[in-house]
Structure formats: C-alpha cells, structure tokens
C-alpha cells in the first residue's frame, strides 16, 4: 500500500511539471481581444445607415445634429459624414458649447465602428447632459462608406492638400460670374453645376484622381448634385466639402478673385423704352449685388404688399416641399432654361433660393434670354424654420 502511495504521488509529480505555466499565445490573444470588445458600453438607442441618410444631407435639416466623436486631424478632416460636426470624445467636456441649446434636438453620434467606443461614451455623456433624443449609429463612418454613401473633407483637410501639392482636383459648382469670380478657394476650377455636363472636359482623365466638390456652404446642394454626377461618370475618389467657400473664408480669409472683363459702354435706350416699373416707385430697392433686391425692402414687399411681386423658388423640389415663401412657385434651377418662355411677365420677378448662388444664376439666365422681364434675386442666406417663420440674412 505504502509503495502505492509513493508510485501515485510521483505520477502527480510528473504530470504537474510538464503541464504549461500559462495559456498559449493564441489563447492569450484572444481573451485579450474579449476584454477589450467588453469594454465597450454600448448605447442603448442603436440607428443603422438609411436613418442616418435621412439626415445627411444638404441643405443640412433642421432640428438634428450628426457628431463625429473621432479625433479631428486623424479621421474626421479626411473623412466624414456630410453635414457632420466634429466633437472629439477625448475634447468633449471643452467642446460642449457646440451642441444645440435645443436638448430635444437628434442627436445622432458614430466613430470608426463597431469595436469604437468614443460615439457610445459621448453619447452618455451628453444623455446625462439632459438630451432627450441621442442616438449611435455602432456601424459607424467605414460601414457609411462601405454603403457607397458619399464621404466629406474638412476645409482643413483642403488646406493641407493645397499645401503639400498633393495630387487633386479641387472643383467650385456654384454660378463663375457671381460667386467664383468674386473669390474662391485657392487652386480650385470652376465649373458650375448648372453647366457640369457642358464642361464635363474640364474634369481629369484619370478617374482615380481625386476630386472635391464645393459651393455656398451647408445650404447649398450644387456641390453634392455635381459630386453624384462624377461618381456616376465613374470617378472613383469622390468627395464634398460642405462647409464651402465660407468655410474657407472664415478659416483662411478670402481667396483670390478673376478679374472681370471689360463691359462695353451701354447705349443710352430712348425715354420711352424705360422699363415700366420704377424702383424706387415701388418698394424694390437694389441691394449691393448687381441685380440683388435688399433684404429690407424684400420683407417690406412681403407684408405690406406681396401681391406686387412674383417668387420664384429655384431650389431642388424637397427643398421647397420642406418650406417656402407664401404664394411661391417652384422652378429648380436645372430646369429654368427650358421653362423660361412660361415665366409670367406682368410683375417684377424675385429668384431665391438658399445662399444666393442659385437666385443669381436665375436672374442671369432671364436677363439673358427674357431680358423683357423685370427681375430680381435675393442674395442672402434663408432658412425656413419648421414652425412657419423664416430668417432672411443678407449676404454682405
């Protein structure tokens, strides 16, 4: 029995010496990648890519907010989502000022993923702030991409590729005349959206190259139609800017400007041929911008005598579905040309849209093919709010 004993305990012996000391590398590796993904507090409101698409879109809506809670320099400024405004996880109790006084407002925050947990921690963050609607769409900006969603740069990104040469094709869709002329990024080519399939030439061979389309901001929509149109021509490095040139300006300054060509002096018209509504007669006093009503007296019109005028909405048609002046009617700015000869010509004609850029370009085409019309545009930036009232700002 006794040698039993010793036999059984020397086999103890035996085997505990030659069992590991530890786990395995790959066993260590994987309890490792466990820990980590469990480190992630999930949200508890979890949105997938078509509810964010409802929202990421120019003109930006009303009444949400994207957040991109990855760092700025990184991630964001190469990459993001349209309309996204960067709030850092690491910088957010220093970055609060920039969510909307509004704690009702959607907010809607993403990173860099499913094993991201910078959209899921400040979206806590700012639930425990007093947001009543904070959502994380977990999939974050690769699954956006993935999708064939169209991606976004910072102004800041644009500068740092100005600075380095690299390789691109920085593009200003909005109207030469008006608004590329009269100051635009450094470098960039102007082709008008209205004019994209005329100058379509102007755009590289080489499909690869990248291309940045930009315009008037995040009211404005001529930089995404141009965008969708280069992808569709099948450019495969495709992206938008949409803080646009005021972005630019308001970071860098202005850019440079094109000269404008020498006007010919005008032949004095016979007195009989002025034009049958006076100005100053009427209320319609011009703004700074050739062919521009002021603001001013435009909101006068508009309350005391709105009947004098006809409002022409050159916007796209969910714009306008999402809020207009009374009484307006909808010619989006792509189909103006074809509809000139339906213009009514028995009252001034006021063009408007959201910035400016698309108003002007309707009163230029109608001077240029009606120039019977007495006409107006409206540059300033508009927003129709969701409760019936609109601010008017006007551009200076």
Request: proline share 8%; aromatic share 8%; net charge positive.
């Amino acid at each position: 029995m006794k040698r039993f004993l010793l036999s059984a305990l020397a086999l103890a012996m035996a085997v505990g010496c030659s069992a590991p000391t530890k786990a395995p590398p790959v066993v260590e590796k994987a309890a490792a990648v466990a820990v980590a993904e469990s480190a992630i507090v999930k949200f508890h409101t979890i949105v997938d890519t078509a509810f964010v698409a409802k929202y990421a879109v120019l003109p930006k809506p009303q009444g949400v907010m994207i957040i991109d809670s990855r760092p700025a320099g990184r991630k964001f400024d190469p990459g993001h989502i349209p309309t996204a405004v960067n709030i850092p996880d690491s910088a957010f109790d220093k970055m609060v000022d920039k969510l909307p006084a509004d704690k009702s407002t959607l907010l809607i925050y993403y990173c860099d993923g499913e094993k991201c947990a910078l959209s899921h921690n400040s979206a806590y963050k700012a639930e425990k702030l007093g947001y009543t609607n904070v959502k994380v769409y977990s999939a974050g900006y690769p699954d956006w991409m993935a999708k064939g969603h169209m991606g976004a740069v910072s102004v800041a990104f644009i500068k740092k590729q100005i600075d380095e040469k690299a390789p691109m094709v920085l593009v200003d869709s909005r109207p030469k005349d008006r608004k590329y002329d009269k100051g635009h990024i450094p470098g960039a080519i102007s082709i008008p959206d209205s004019a994209f399939d005329k100058m379509v030439d102007k755009l590289p061979a080489d499909k690869s190259i990248p291309l940045y389309f930009y315009c008037e901001g995040m009211s404005c929509v001529l930089s995404s139609h141009s965008a969708d149109k280069a992808v569709a021509l099948g450019y495969k490095a495709v992206k938008v800017v949409p803080e646009g040139y005021p972005g630019w300006v308001a970071a860098y300054g202005a850019g440079p400007t094109v000269a404008a060509a020498p006007v010919a002096a005008p032949v004095a018209a016979p007195a009989a041929s002025a034009p049958a509504v006076a100005p100053a007669a009427t209320g319609f006093v011009a703004g700074k911008e050739p062919g521009s009503l002021q603001v001013s007296a435009f909101e006068k019109l508009l309350a005391t005598a709105p009947d004098s005028m006809r409002l022409i909405d050159v916007r796209d048609p969910h714009e306008f579905a999402a809020g207009t002046f009374k009484g307006a009617i909808n010619v989006p700015i792509n189909t103006l040309e074809k509809r000139m000869d339906t213009l009514p010509a028995d009252k001034p004609i006021v063009f408007f849209c959201g910035a400016g850029g698309r108003g002007g370009e309707g009163h230029d085409m109608a001077k240029l093919l009606r120039s019977e019309l007495k006409t107006w545009f409206l540059n300033a930036d508009i927003e129709f709010n969701k409760d019936g009232s609109v601010k008017i700002v006007e551009k200076k």
